[in-house]
Each structure stands twice: as C-alpha cells, then as structure tokens.
C-alpha cells in the first residue's frame, strides 16, 4: 500500500518552497494515536511491509515487518498492563538501540502510558533527578554501563520500589534479582489488544512522551509533548530527510536522544519508510558507513560530528550510489564539512534547526539550493520570528533570538509545556512566542544563519562574538578535527575568545601549531574574532546527542 501521509495533509506535493510554505496544512483527527493509526493500520492492509531494519556488532541482524510491529507491541502492551502500568503511569526508557524500544514506544503508546527515553549514560544522580522529577513508575533497561546497577541504587537512596524490566537476553532465561526479563514476560502474552474506550482511550491532549533536554545549560528540562506530536513529523521526514517510500532511512541517534522521534519513528513511518537501526557497541565512522551501504540505505541523517569525523577518512573507493540524500541537526554545520563531502560524495548536505521542544523549525527544504552553514528557511505552519534585544523584529543582518509566534495557535509538533515546572514555562513562553534562546539572523534571500545560544554569545570589548563563526573559521584548518569556541574571563576586554581544539590524525600540539591557528582565523574571519587561548584536548565535552557542552568549558575556565 502507499504510505499513510495523504491522510493527514491537505497536499503531500508542491512545485517550490514557497508554494510549500504557504499552502501546507495539516489535518488533524480526533483522538489521534499513532501505534493505532500508522502501525496497525499498516499490518492490516500491508502485512509485509517493512518497517524496521536491525543489527548490531554482534553479528545479529534482525527485520520487522509492520504485523509484526503490531503483534509485538500488542505482547508488551499486555504486559505492561498485567503488571499495573495504566494511562498516565511514567515509564523510563535506557534502551540504546535495541529493536525492543520500538515495541515498547508502541506498547506504551497503545496503553496511553508517558514514555520518557533516557540515555544509556545516565548515573545514579541523573536517574534519582529523572525518577523523582516525572514520577516514573516502570523502568526499562538493557544491561549495559552499570545500568542495572545504578538503577538499584537509586531505588535504594530513593526509598523506592519501582517496576523493573531488563531487556537483551533473548533465551528470556537468565535472571537479574528484582527484575524481570522482557523476553520471557511476552513470551505468553496475546498478539490481540483492542483499542482502548471510555475513560481509558486516549486524546490528542494526553500526554504522550516527555524528554529531559539535553541542554548545554542548567538542569534538563522536562519537554512535555502530545499525542499530535507525531504528525509534526511530517515535515522533518518527507520535506527535509526526502524520505523514499519503501526505502530506508538511517538517522544516527541514541534512543534517549529527541533525535530519535525525529529520524527514527514518527514521521518516517507515517511517510512510508523504513528505518535503519545500529546498535554499535563503540562508534567508529567507517563501521557506520558499510552498514549503511551493506544495508542498502537510501536517505541518511546524523549530527555535524559524524560528517567531521567522515570527511578525514579515505572515502575515495566508498560506493555512495545508493544514497539519494543526506541531512544533518543537533548543532550547526561548518561551510568546510558541507563542502569536503560534497566533494567526496556529490551529496549536499541539508541543515535543519530544532530542538527537543520542536520538529524541524527551519531547514533546508527538498526544492532549495542550501547555502553552505545555512539553517535553511522556516517550516510552514510555524510563524518564525526573529526577535531582537527590546522584542522588535530583527532587520535583514541583524541577531535576533528565534521565536515562534503562536498568537494564532500552537502548531502540530510544537511542545506544550515543562513539565511540572510552570516557572520554566513562563520564561520561555510569553507575549504570544515561544523563546527558543537561540540566535541568528536572515540574509536578503530569507535564509536564516546560527549564531548561538544566547548563553554563549562572547562578549570582548564592546563586540558580540558567536561561536560557530569561530568554529567555521578553524575547522578549515586541517589540523582541526573539531573544536569549540568560549569566552573566557578576562579583567581588561570582560572575556576573551577561547578555542578549544581536538586535533586530526598526524598533528600534534604545538606552540608554532597555536599561532598557525590565530593567524589562520584571522585570514578567514575578521580579525577581532581571533582566539586569544588557545587550548589542545583528547575529547571535547558533548551531550549525548553530539551537542558540544561549552557551558562545562566555561566552568571549567572560571574556577
């Protein structure tokens, strides 16, 4: 069958952006649940279509049909209900890339459970925050990292006594004390489970899934979304990544990350792909690569990092014919990046910006030419606004925080609210916007630049510096692999531009190398940009999503 899409827009084809941007509309049904709707909908009419392509390095390969989907998350669903887990109950997710997580996101889905996916780099303090803040009732984990471990110990500190399911021994024999084996619980669970009614059955306003943010700053936030969510997908899938229906997408994300809903769930399935998961054990980009190939993969998406990491491998005798079209998000992509791989590739690399509040706010759209370090242009049905410091709308050139102007109404996709934490809301949602406390500013062609977070705007004598121009201007450089830029605290200009760098294969830190570099920024940018420190580190500090965390650089710095 062909995909569900047609269903939930007024028009699924448009002959340019602008035509896209003005008469795009959704079509939002009542009572919207996306397990029921794309998932089973698809094993009813279209059993043996795929839905999900798995392996791991462990030599295990698996692939799911859509029945198969629906049959499994109808087991869990079961079992989630036989052992208490209700509607509204909090469930948390430490999966990594398990097949599984995807029949329990649908188990949960169905049952109207709150999923909450979580890193599988959580310590005990990060669980004792999450469990606490959501009220999570039910854990889910795969065996890894101490996870197990750690989650017993925060139900011990807590004075708890949570629901616990471990997920990765397939045999369902081995036992963890106080825990029970996901295997063996749905082994014997029915394959039906009727839609729920009454009091049970879910609304568009229920919520749905919850993510603590990965923000580079302050405490994760819990971003709130609903049961519509998924329809804002949409546009993240079949606009941007240009989905091929009955094709494969790939999308480089840990489950606990939002980049997950973006490129490994919602709006892919809804547009009739399917999707391409790797469990690796250790990331390395050229075992990513002939997986992708190996798997025949045709749209691909993952962060900035990864691209930088590909572009100083020998790619020349890698077979790119299959990919139709790459992507990327999580961070800004540098000019150089974009280049080298189109270079290596003839691929051009389409930058979005959103966030786990969001869906694809601004992207380089399937009918643009993209502008090397450009985010693209803004996503229809949200009415984008750049906002400058007294809240006037920013003139072409100049920074302004993106906001999304919701006097008309929320968009599909859009977060409702920090969860639990009106305070938080307030700051970030008021005068009709939301405030996204990102920047940029917008060239005569309507294309929208990044300059930062408002939090790491460098401020030296009297100049507002943003980081990712920096950036750009090192990673020219060839010895530069990755690096960030921060201000640094000095009593004379207020701060000072810092880099910190992590250098490519073959180069090694240097006084000559640090000059080199200051010059070289100075050739490429303007001159009062420069970094004045400059520091040489093994690993810089990242969120799991592949953020770069500046704000633990400053800290760092300050003490």
């Given at each position: 069958?062909?995909?569900?899409?047609?269903?939930?827009?007024?028009r699924?084809?448009?002959?340019?952006y602008e035509?896209f941007?003005?008469?795009?509309?959704f079509?939002?049904?009542e009572n919207?649940?996306?397990?029921?709707?794309?998932?089973d909908r698809y094993?009813?009419?279209?059993?043996?279509?795929?839905?999900?392509?798995?392996?791991?390095d462990?030599?295990e390969?698996e692939?799911?049909?859509?029945?198969?989907?629906?049959?499994y998350?109808?087991?869990?669903?079961?079992?989630?209900k036989?052992?208490?887990i209700?509607?509204?109950d909090?469930?948390m997710?430490?999966?990594?890339?398990r097949?599984?997580?995807?029949?329990?996101?649908?188990?949960?889905?169905?049952?109207?459970?709150?999923?909450?996916?979580?890193?599988?780099m959580?310590k005990?303090k990060?669980?004792t925050y999450r469990?606490?803040?959501?009220d999570?009732k039910?854990i889910?984990?795969?065996d890894?990292?101490d996870?197990?471990?750690?989650?017993n110990?925060?139900e011990?500190?807590l004075?708890?006594?949570?629901?616990k399911?471990w997920?990765?021994?397939?045999?369902?024999?081995?036992?963890?004390?106080?825990?029970?084996?996901?295997?063996r619980?749905?082994?014997?669970?029915s394959?039906?489970f009727n839609?729920?009614?009454?009091?049970?059955?879910?609304?568009?306003?229920?919520p749905?899934?919850?993510?603590?943010?990965?923000g580079?700053?302050?405490?994760p936030?819990?971003v709130?979304h609903?049961?519509?969510?998924?329809?804002?997908?949409i546009?993240?899938?079949?606009?941007w990544h240009?989905?091929?229906?009955d094709?494969?997408?790939?999308t480089s994300?840990d489950?606990?990350?939002a980049?997950?809903s973006w490129?490994s769930l919602?709006?892919?399935?809804?547009?009739?792909?399917?999707?391409?998961?790797?469990?690796?054990?250790?990331f390395?980009?050229l075992?990513?690569?002939?997986k992708?190939?190996k798997?025949?993969?045709n749209?691909?998406?993952a962060?900035?990092?990864?691209?930088?990491f590909?572009i100083?491998?020998?790619l020349?005798n890698y077979?790119?014919?299959?990919w139709?079209?790459?992507?990327?998000?999580?961070?800004?992509?540098?000019?150089e990046?974009y280049n080298?791989?189109y270079?290596i590739?003839?691929?051009k690399?389409r930058?979005a910006?959103?966030?786990?509040e969001?869906?694809a706010l601004i992207?380089?759209?399937?009918?643009?030419?993209p502008?090397?370090?450009?985010?693209g242009?803004?996503?229809?049905t949200?009415?984008?606004e750049?906002?400058?410091m007294?809240?006037?709308?920013?003139e072409?050139?100049?920074?302004?925080?993106i906001?999304?102007?919701?006097k008309?109404?929320?968009p599909?996709?859009?977060?409702?609210e920090?969860?639990k934490?009106?305070e938080?809301t307030?700051?970030s949602w008021y005068d009709?916007h939301?405030?996204?406390?990102?920047?940029?500013?917008?060239d005569?062609?309507?294309?929208l630049?990044f300059i930062?977070?408002?939090?790491?705007?460098?401020?030296?004598?009297?100049?507002r510096?943003g980081?990712f121009?920096?950036?750009?201007?090192?990673?020219?450089?060839?010895?530069?692999?990755?690096c960030a830029?921060?201000?640094?605290?000095?009593?004379?200009?207020?701060?000072?531009v810092?880099s910190?760098?992590?250098?490519?294969?073959g180069?090694?830190?240097?006084e000559e190398?640090?000059?080199?570099?200051?010059n070289?920024?100075k050739s490429?940018?303007?001159?009062?940009?420069?970094?004045?420190i400059v520091e040489?580190?093994?690993?810089?500090p990242k969120?799991?999503?592949g953020?770069i965390?500046r704000?633990?650089?400053r800290i760092?710095?300050?003490n």
């Amino acid at each position: 069958m062909s995909s569900l899409i047609k269903e939930y827009v007024n028009r699924v084809d448009f002959d340019s952006y602008e035509d896209f941007k003005n008469n795009f509309s959704f079509k939002i049904p009542e009572n919207f649940n996306f397990a029921f709707d794309i998932v089973d909908r698809y094993a009813e009419e279209d059993p043996k279509k795929i839905a999900l392509v798995w392996c791991n390095d462990n030599g295990e390969d698996e692939t799911f049909t859509f029945k198969e989907m629906r049959n499994y998350s109808n087991k869990v669903a079961n079992f989630f209900k036989s052992i208490g887990i209700k509607k509204g109950d909090a469930v948390m997710l430490t999966l990594k890339n398990r097949y599984e997580f995807w029949f329990s996101m649908m188990g949960l889905h169905k049952i109207g459970a709150i999923a909450i996916p979580a890193t599988h780099m959580l310590k005990v303090k990060d669980m004792t925050y999450r469990i606490t803040s959501a009220d999570v009732k039910l854990i889910l984990s795969v065996d890894e990292a101490d996870l197990i471990k750690d989650y017993n110990e925060s139900e011990k500190q807590l004075n708890l006594k949570l629901k616990k399911v471990w997920i990765g021994d397939k045999t369902g024999k081995k036992e963890i004390e106080g825990w029970l084996n996901f295997s063996r619980e749905i082994e014997n669970m029915s394959e039906d489970f009727n839609r729920p009614t009454g009091e049970e059955a879910t609304s568009n306003e229920d919520p749905l899934l919850i993510y603590f943010s990965s923000g580079t700053t302050g405490q994760p936030k819990m971003v709130k979304h609903n049961y519509i969510y998924p329809l804002g997908h949409i546009l993240t899938a079949k606009y941007w990544h240009n989905v091929v229906e009955d094709g494969l997408h790939h999308t480089s994300a840990d489950t606990g990350w939002a980049k997950t809903s973006w490129g490994s769930l919602y709006g892919q399935w809804i547009a009739g792909s399917a999707l391409f998961i790797y469990d690796y054990n250790r990331f390395d980009a050229l075992n990513l690569l002939e997986k992708v190939k190996k798997n025949k993969v045709n749209t691909f998406c993952a962060p900035p990092t990864i691209y930088r990491f590909l572009i100083k491998e020998d790619l020349t005798n890698y077979d790119f014919s299959n990919w139709t079209y790459a992507t990327t998000a999580g961070e800004p992509l540098n000019p150089e990046v974009y280049n080298k791989f189109y270079e290596i590739s003839g691929l051009k690399i389409r930058e979005a910006f959103g966030q786990s509040e969001t869906v694809a706010l601004i992207a380089n759209f399937i009918w643009m030419d993209p502008k090397p370090g450009s985010m693209g242009k803004p996503s229809p049905t949200y009415n984008i606004e750049l906002l400058d410091m007294e809240d006037n709308i920013a003139e072409i050139g100049e920074e302004g925080e993106i906001t999304i102007n919701v006097k008309n109404g929320s968009p599909p996709g859009l977060f409702e609210e920090y969860y639990k934490d009106e305070e938080k809301t307030k700051e970030s949602w008021y005068d009709n916007h939301y405030h996204s406390g990102d920047t940029a500013w917008k060239d005569e062609d309507d294309y929208l630049w990044f300059i930062g977070r408002v939090d790491d705007i460098i401020k030296s004598s009297g100049y507002r510096i943003g980081p990712f121009e920096v950036e750009s201007a090192l990673i020219t450089h060839p010895s530069v692999l990755e690096c960030a830029i921060t201000g640094y605290p000095d009593p004379i200009r207020g701060q000072v531009v810092k880099s910190t760098i992590v250098l490519a294969k073959g180069y090694s830190p240097s006084e000559e190398l640090k000059k080199e570099l200051q010059n070289h920024v100075k050739s490429v940018t303007a001159p009062y940009k420069y970094p004045r420190i400059v520091e040489f580190v093994d690993e810089l500090p990242k969120t799991i999503s592949g953020k770069i965390k500046r704000k633990d650089i400053r800290i760092e710095d300050e003490n």
